[in-house]
């Protein structure tokens, strides 16, 4: 089969003079392997620790959403290095590298946060 997986992504920012509406529309991408969601859901502590994927063999698309009402998560691709923050409720999607190790650590107390990676 074919496109199995369809991403769809809009942006828009609305504040005074400063108007964008950013779309990717609909793209569709083919899924190799039948694989994920792979963890579910992780707590993350205020240590770092490294999401859940052994189940897969090569990462593919990822859905991130932090679930906690308060406290943000970070994420990274290296240890101690974080690029990515996800405020109390804030999703994520993006295509991984196919042998990505990612890193996360909760500010002030630990969160659950959602995560869904799908074998490439």
Do not use: H
């Not at 809009?10 to 964008?20: P, Y």
């Not at 899924?31 to 993350?44: E, L, M, R």
């Amino acid at each position: 089969m074919a496109n199995e997986i369809s991403v769809n992504i809009a942006l828009t920012v609305a504040n005074g003079n400063l108007r964008e509406f950013i779309t990717s529309g609909s793209q569709q991408f083919t899924q190799a392997a039948v694989g994920g969601p792979v963890p579910g859901y992780q707590t993350i502590g205020t240590t770092e620790e490294t999401i859940t994927t052994s189940e897969l063999s090569t990462l593919g698309w990822a859905y991130f959403q932090n679930l906690d009402a308060t406290n943000y998560v970070e994420l990274g691709f290296s240890t101690g290095v974080y690029g990515i923050r996800l405020e109390p409720g804030e999703p994520a999607v993006f295509r991984l590298k196919p042998a990505a190790t990612i890193y996360a650590k909760a500010n002030t107390s630990a969160c659950k946060l959602q995560v869904k990676i799908f074998e490439d």
